[in-house]
């Protein structure tokens, strides 16, 4: 029987609206950090582009999550259309196709597109030709060829854990994901490769996202400084440094000395600086946006109590399905991975209750994706990117750099694949099965479906066999996830301390800098 249209249009039909969203909020982005000066339109296509495919793999889930549900019905039988097992095998085969195709294109990003544009517009000037810059791009980019190749030999050959025995316990736990499992190494190739760099994002997540989550909805709630106040205290200080300034220069002597004269240009720095901050200051304060939000200003605050609600039940979420994991996991040899969700998890629980009104859990799990995300960026703006303990670049509204603007993306393309697994580790239920139940028999009773029962009653997503699979193959990479969450809970825990202890910022935040030039600071003003 075929698969009915209003079931591909319900899932097909949403994601292509999301989809379209994601373009426009990517190009949004982009351009809203992107600085005039120095833009490119290569660099800037290159990260829209990167940054939608990210985010695609992101909104590929709940399709995956909707087709396995609505292949059920609320008594636990499939549905007639899903009864064949073929049906079912098509439409799982279509969704594994979609995943291992944009992860494809999420590696071509990271490995190739992404690395090529950032060498080639690093070897631009005016002697440089179109020619010359490509060709020394493409000796760079060598390299990054050569890692993802290692990677996708590694992947594909190195030998991995075979299946289980079938009577078993660890066969037990995980029947529905690792029955038909066999050797595919284009397969293996994709998920070692993908799981090397979501390790990576992992820890960009750690870094940026669980700041985020805690500095984000505390700025909202305390705000920024006033503009006005900002300014006088400014000009207070502007003017004593500018009369220190012409009292070390009246002095008696003709000549200053090499340290006074070291002294005078310091203080001249600082009051060029605050002269800059002067000019941004009186714009903010005579402008329409400022008198916007200084009436929105209840609402903003509101929306910081909604965000920290949301990143406590999200702590929460995550600390019960940790601790679940370490109660009932099968432990390191099966990378942690949960059979069964025995401890309630709110946010797991509200999104298997929530299918049953379409499509509010679509709705729902979209909001969670987005406030990953946002933390994200929001953490990334705040703390800039480092490379150690250089600080490579800041990402500044139209301020940005295109090499900042294409790492910022590589970052965020990351973190976005730490996101999707960290999607399982906060609905394991959800994710796993979405709202399946089922029963043995018509006098048994009805059960949520669990990675122990066989796929003659439960289909999984492919999101998680895919995932499951490969922590059992290897199962460093599924503990390496379960304790990054422990380390992402404590960097969360430890970045609202330091939030609530920083004082509010400056209305201007972000706007200027010393190595700012005068053009960029009317181009902001009057933009």
Not at 275 to 300: D, I
């Amino acid at each position: 029987m075929a698969i009915p249209s209003f079931v591909l249009a319900a899932g097909w039909i949403p994601f292509v609206v999301i989809l379209v969203c994601i373009l426009i909020f990517s190009a949004s982005y982009i351009r809203y950090y992107m600085s005039k000066y120095d833009s490119e339109l290569s660099s800037t296509l290159a990260a829209i582009f990167a940054l939608a495919i990210a985010l695609f793999t992101t909104a590929l889930i709940p399709v995956d999550i909707f087709l396995v549900s609505y292949m059920k019905n609320s008594d636990g039988d499939y549905e007639d259309w899903a009864n064949s097992s073929s049906v079912r095998k098509e439409i799982e085969k279509s969704v594994l196709y979609a995943y291992l195709s944009l992860y494809c294109l999420v590696a071509f990003c990271i490995f190739i597109l992404l690395p090529f544009i950032y060498f080639f517009y690093e070897e631009k000037d005016e002697a440089s030709t179109c020619k010359s810059r490509c060709c020394t791009a493409l000796k760079y980019l060598i390299v990054f060829i050569i890692f993802a190749a290692v990677l996708c030999f590694i992947g594909a050959f190195v030998p991995t854990k075979s299946l289980p025995a079938t009577n078993s316990t660890q066969w037990k736990q995980i029947e529905a994901l690792i029955k038909d499992m066999g050797h595919n190494g284009g397969e293996d190739a994709i998920s070692f490769t993908i799981s090397v760099l979501s390790l990576i994002g992992m820890f960009s997540l750690i870094l940026y996202t669980a700041y985020g989550m805690s500095s984000l909805p505390i700025g909202l709630i305390r705000g920024r400084l006033d503009a006005k106040k900002e300014r006088m205290e400014v000009q207070g200080k502007c003017e004593s440094t500018g009369e220190e300034i012409r009292r070390k220069r009246n002095k008696g002597r003709k000549r200053l000395t090499k340290h006074e004269e070291t002294s005078v240009k310091k203080l001249e720095e600082s009051e060029h600086l605050m002269e800059r901050r002067l000019r941004h200051l009186l714009a903010k304060e005579n402008s329409c946006v400022n008198k916007c939000l200084k009436v929105l200003r209840p609402f903003e605050m509101i929306f910081g109590i909604l965000i920290s609600l949301i990143g406590l039940l999200v702590f929460v979420s995550l600390l019960l399905s940790n601790i679940d994991k370490a109660i009932h996991s099968g432990g390191y040899k099966m990378g942690y991975a949960l059979p069964k969700r025995h401890l309630p998890n709110p946010i797991d629980i509200v999104l298997v209750y929530s299918q049953k009104v379409f499509p509010l859990d679509y709705i729902l799990m979209c909001g969670v994706v987005v406030y990953f995300v946002f933390c994200s960026m929001s953490g990334i703006r705040s703390m800039g990117i480092w490379f150690f303990w250089i600080r490579m670049y800041k990402i500044r509204v139209r301020r940005t750099r295109p090499q900042g603007i294409l790492m910022l993306c590589m970052i965020l393309m990351l973190i976005i694949l730490a996101i999707n697994i960290m999607l399982y580790e906060l609905t394991p239920q959800y994710s796993s099965f979405g709202s399946q139940h089922y029963r043995i028999n018509s006098t048994s009773p009805l059960e949520p479906c669990t990675t122990a029962v066989s796929t003659e009653y439960c289909t999984a997503t492919q999101m998680v066999v895919l995932l499951t699979r490969f922590f059992y193959k290897m199962s460093f990479f599924g503990a390496a996830y379960y304790f990054g969450t422990w380390i992402f809970l404590g960097v969360f825990l430890l970045g609202f301390i330091v939030a609530v202890i920083r004082g509010r910022r400056s209305s201007i935040s972000g706007d200027v800098e010393d190595s700012d030039f005068e053009e960029s600071d009317e181009e902001l003003i009057s933009g």
